[in-house]
């Protein structure tokens, strides 16, 4: 950099930071101090307050504070001392706002997931450097708050990635169109061009298994006079873990179902930029992560193959993943008195599911033999978006203040495909535990997407800012939408101010979601998923799938009472409209009929059938409040503690079920819990970083509050209803996470920590409520993980 011009000097500083806009170069030196403390004791979350943010604003030099909506800032020193290996799970543990479901069931084990306020992984929009995200291409097919969804899976962008991360607590699709309706993740990668680190992690759990190690690193260099280039890779190993209870049918623990999977990950990312002339910089960064996954299905008694399996059998159901992304782009300052930013990306989620330590039954029986490895589908998921941004500042005169314009256009190709096993793993009644998807349901599936916008911003008075935004959104097999977004803040004084928003959002329903097929086997039941523009689901009545539609309201405040002491509190309202669920489930000879009619095959002896589809099934409420506050108390030569809290309030409410086309109810009471109750009604966190040297110490308790389900039967003479459940309710859970850190020398630093520290584990079902006397934790609405404590040892270097 030292031969570049002042002038290339001091736009390659302003460039390299953030592709989400034109940003400044103080976000930059901010990231870089907050990640610079030897000992790793940076400020809590909310505490970045002065960071200069992209997300939720076209204004280049707006701080976090200064947001017309709630934005959270949070370090990738935080997210390290979280003592969490995945992106997903530190996010939890540091923003009351997020959650996660307890466990996957099925091929949802093998992605990550997470919700904000209390609504779907739908809900939530991802961005890296402020471009949109692909999602996974894996659905989640089971029963759950969170069926039908197909996130954005965090866990593949390396940790070491990751510089901060931008949360924005406001519904945003009038600015980023769809999924934008609970709020907006925007990872920004590290960008410096010199320096890196790298660290190394192992733990285990304090029941002694789901042993976790791995190592990551990163590096920044120049490219060429005029550019920079950081570079990094991680590489991650999970061990299983086994929760379950006693199988009722063997009297033992051999059902190994309950646990997290097992999880090889390798992942890489790089952020680059250069500065080619006085007007232009050019930009690129991109990821690739590759994940091998096997989660246990049920035990299969000695009985069900004994020629195979004389003492019985634990299937596996197994995923092969490659997941990658790639943003190339350009932007200058000098198209008049306009900045631009012209860029494209290219994403895509490619999975091989499959099946080991399995049987076919009716192969073995038809031909005396049958494979133990299955390939049961694939599934891929493409999305290519062009961006092309304007703005320029306008002094109108009469205002305290210009004006900001920001316009630009988007297209979007959206491309889903799912392809058939092997022809063993669909012959019959199919591979055990989970039958292969035949001919039926193979196909490829794609639309596009043209979208424009227009955003204006201004001060009315030195006191008073507003924002205001629209976007106008096609959709080839959606139709047309457009909203808007209006935001509001206004200083009562240089320590109090008041901010406010309203938004309409929109939510097009997902290809996976239109087209998906799925079988389920348990040993005594299955559970079919039909698309729903086929046949067989409209013969169930299900009728084509429309957007979901919203409507948000946030109002604030943000406020500095006394020195060192900083206070958000946002009030919101979000309605949904045509909410996208599991709908139209029917059981018995009807579910028999639309299942076998789709090409699926049962196998004999079942208990239990059902079958369903997605539906535009409800419209829901949730209100809520979201409190953040941050406090710094020095102890002279004790030190300093930087204490945080976090606190989420949110309640979800059914305001109208719909019907299908044959006129039934299209949710009963276990699936409307699902969304009014299977999330915590608050979580706080709260607690503190102590410093002082070389020395460091975070303490935060974290309390889940009540849940509640609509527990199946299992056993008894409401065994399978689907109209009759066990309300249950799981008290409020107490999390302490604990980590201890030395800096040997100003690069090399150990820490000691403990997430659970005192191995507190979920709420038990009832017997009558456990599948097979297996799942004794309800994996849905359980507030917490079941895995217990878990304790880490992490060792960092930073040159």
Known sequence: MSSASPNQQARFGKFRLSSAAIAVGSLFAAGQAIAADSAGNSTNIGNIQDVIVTTGTRDTQKAARESLSPIDVISAAELQKTGQTDLRDALVKLSPSITRQAVGADAANLTSALTMRGLSPNHVLVLVNGKRRHTSANITADSGPQQGSTPVDIDLIPVSAVDHIEILRDGAAAQYGSDAIAGVINIILKSSSRGGGASTSVGQYNAGDGLNYGAAADIGTELGRDGFLHLSAEYRNQDHTNRGGIDSRTGTKVNKILGDPQIERESVAFNAGYALSNDIDLYGFGTYAHRTSASYQNYRLPSVLPALYPTGFTPQETSSENDYSLTGGARGDHLGAWHWDLSSTYGGDDINIGMS????????????????????????????????????????????????????????????????????????????????????????????????????????????????????????????????????????????????????????????????????????????????????????????????????????????????????????????????????????????????????????????????????????????????????????????????????????????????????????????????????RNKLILGGVWSKDKWGTSLHLTRFGKTSTEATYYTGPNAFSTTTFNHIENTPKFITDLEVRYAFTGNFQVALGANNLFNIYPTKLPAENRYLGVSQYNIYSSQIGVNGGFYYLRANYKF
């Open 357 to 680: 330590d399995s049987a076919n039954t009716s192969l073995f029986a038809a031909t005396g033999s049958t494979p133990t490895g299955f390939h049961l589908a694939q599934y891929k998921n493409f999305q290519w978006t062009n961006n092309l941004e304007l703005g320029r500042p306008l002094d109108l005169g009469f205002l305290p203040a210009p004006l900001n314009v920001s316009l630009g256009a988007e297209h979007r190709q959206e491309t889903y495909e799912v392809g058939a096993g092997d022809a063993a793993s669909s012959f019959g009644s199919g591979a055990q535990a989970l039958p292969g998807l035949g001919a039926l349901s193979v196909g490829k599936f794609s639309r596009n997407v043209l979208a424009s916008y227009l955003d204006v911003s201004t001060k009315l008075t030195p006191q008073w800012e507003i924002d205001l935004a629209g976007r106008f959104e096609h959709y080839s097999d959606a139709g047309n939408t457009t909203n808007g977004k209006f935001s509001t803040r206004y200083e009562l004084d240089p320590r109090l101010a008041v901010r406010a928003t309203v938004s309409t959002g929109f939510r097009a329903p997902s290809l996976a979601q239109e087209y998906y097929t799925s079988l389920a086997v348990s040993p005594t039941s299955a559970t079919g998923l039909l698309g729903v523009n086929s046949a067989a689901a409209k013969s169930l009545g299900a009728q084509p799938l429309k957007p979901e539609k919203s409507t948000s309201f946030n109002l604030g405040i943000v406020a500095e009472p006394i020195d060192k002491l900083s206070v958000t509190v946002d009030a919101y309202q979000i309605g949904i409209k045509d909410r996208i669920v599991q709908g139209g489930s029917y059981s018995g000879q009807t579910a028999i009929d639309a299942l076998t009619s789709s090409g699926l095959n049962l196998p004999s002896g079942l208990t239990s059938v059902q079958a369903s589809y997605f539906a535009n099934g409800v419209d829901t409420r949730t209100r809520g409040v979201d409190i953040v506050a941050t406090y710094k108390t020095s102890l002279k030569e004790w030190g300093r503690i930087d204490w945080d809290l976090g606190a989420n309030f949110n309640q979800t409410s059914v305001t109208k079920v719909a019907r299908d086309a044959n006129g039934n109810i299209l949710l009963n009471a276990q699936q409307i819990g699902y969304l009014t109750s299977a999330t915590p």
